[in-house]
């Protein structure tokens, strides 16, 4: 493992007024003056102005009547933000949410110019299998903080002591505490080369990697570059979509003629999420600059988020309704409230606009692949479509509860189905 050296006690301070807590980032005060590929311990320390500016600016909100439908087909309900921000200004505690984030070990490191935050936490077990999980948008690490014990420590869950995994969970660039790229071209083909260079900075000859959505994206990036490291990868919104599929769904054809119960119903999803969902995608690919709003406006930022994909959004009605499935309240403000102290909701929308891969279509990935099926996803994968896409599928499993943040709303399940896609390789170890 490369050492990490040794550096003074730093806190990383947003700002010291509220006026400017929210437009400084965590990063900027790790920068050392050469680049190095040294690994720098990171620590999480939120001034309090920075808390109190972000409740003053959320009891101000100034609200818009509510919509003309009853339902949530004009977007994000009134009464639902109004629910969120209420609990948002008056009971909920950052603190206790950046008390998880502080007892984990957080590192930094410069990759290709750029800081690189990620927590690394290593197994207590022998032959641990090193695994870097890659989260979304708009997700982040804290996505990832519920399969941490699960997937290091596994026999205090009920798991073997053969599954254990040494866990690397980065943020993206211009996501959380990583550094804000300053120039173009930071996409998911470079993130991945920036990662496999992260896991062989930190030791590992052979590595394994997991991702859904942008982490998806990304992981199945590092397959196709292919590095000798990479043993596989696991996904949990695997891009499988045939050809034929995907140019039909792009033209607005009917589907093609033929298609398995499985496969008509994965259309249905695509369909509607393509004709129905994909506003802020859209918006976010083509001026993510335009995007002032939820810079400044907290609620803003939070309607932006919550409103990703349908299934989600209802799920997350529910919680603010009182009706905890999965989520918490506190759960889906950690991450709303990481996206406003970082100042990134600009930063990781730009990530739509340098990429120009086809999101959902196949891409011919030769190396093994484990593949996690979740019905409530954007789309749930068919076999048939994963069988074509991967020619050395290794595992393959169709759920039966989860959607869009699987590692967040069913936390042991997903860690199940990582040991399930990753058992057999461990013998190539």
């Excluded at 196949?362 to 409530?376: C, L």
């Excluded at 020619?391 to 499993?397: E, P, Q, W």
């Amino acid at each position: 493992m490369s050492p990490i050296s040794p550096s003074p006690t730093r806190r990383d301070l947003l700002a010291t007024t509220a006026a400017a807590a929210a437009l400084s980032l965590f990063p900027a005060t790790l920068r050392t003056a050469a680049a190095d590929d040294s690994i720098r311990p990171f620590h999480i320390d939120v001034p309090e102005e920075a808390l109190t500016d972000l409740r003053r600016r959320v009891a101000a909100t100034r609200w818009p009547e509510r919509e003309t439908v009853a339902d949530d087909t004009q977007g994000v309900q009134l009464a639902t933000i109004q629910n969120l921000a209420r609990y948002w200004a008056t009971d909920y505690d950052w603190r206790k949410g950046e008390a998880k984030l502080k007892a984990l070990p957080h590192f930094i490191t410069e990759i290709d110019g750029l800081d690189i935050h990620f927590i690394h936490v290593r197994s207590k077990h022998e032959n641990a299998l090193p695994l870097i999980v890659t989260h979304g948008w708009p997700g982040s690490i804290i996505e990832q903080l519920k399969i941490i014990g699960p997937l290091t420590d596994p026999t205090a869950h009920g798991a073997s002591a053969s599954d254990a995994f040494n866990l690397v969970i980065p943020s993206i660039p211009g996501y959380g505490f990583s550094g804000k790229p300053t120039a173009t071209g930071w996409d998911p083909v470079r993130i991945a080369r920036a990662w496999t260079v992260l896991m062989k900075r930190l030791g590992y000859t052979q590595f394994v990697a997991q991702g859904g959505d942008w982490g998806d994206a990304i992981t199945e990036q590092m397959a196709l570059l292919a590095p000798p490291e990479l043993l596989g990868i696991h996904t949990n919104m695997a891009a499988t979509v045939p050809s034929d599929i995907a140019k039909a769904l792009k033209y607005g054809d009917p589907p093609p003629a033929g298609l398995s119960v499985e496969e008509r119903h994965a259309w249905d999803q695509l369909d509607f999420f393509y004709k129905h969902g994909l506003g802020y995608a859209t918006e976010m690919a083509n001026h993510p600059q335009s995007l002032y709003g939820i810079a400044d406006s907290p609620v803003g930022l939070a309607a932006w988020i919550i409103d990703h994909d349908v299934r989600s959004y209802e799920l997350i009605s529910r919680v603010f309704d009182g009706r905890s499935e999965g989520l918490t309240r506190d759960d889906v403000l950690d991450n709303i409230t990481l996206y406003w102290l970082t100042n990134t909701a600009v930063s990781s929308a730009r990530l739509y606009w340098e990429n120009k891969l086809a999101f959902f279509d196949a891409k011919n990935i030769t190396i093994p692949v484990a593949v996690s099926a979740f019905p409530d996803e954007i789309y749930q994968a068919p076999r048939s479509w994963a069988e074509r896409a991967f020619s050395k599928l290794i595992h393959y499993n169709k759920l039966d509860k989860g959607g869009h943040f699987a590692a967040w709303e069913q936390p042991q399940a997903f860690s199940d189905e990582v040991r399930a896609g990753f058992r057999s390789l461990r013998k190539s170890i």
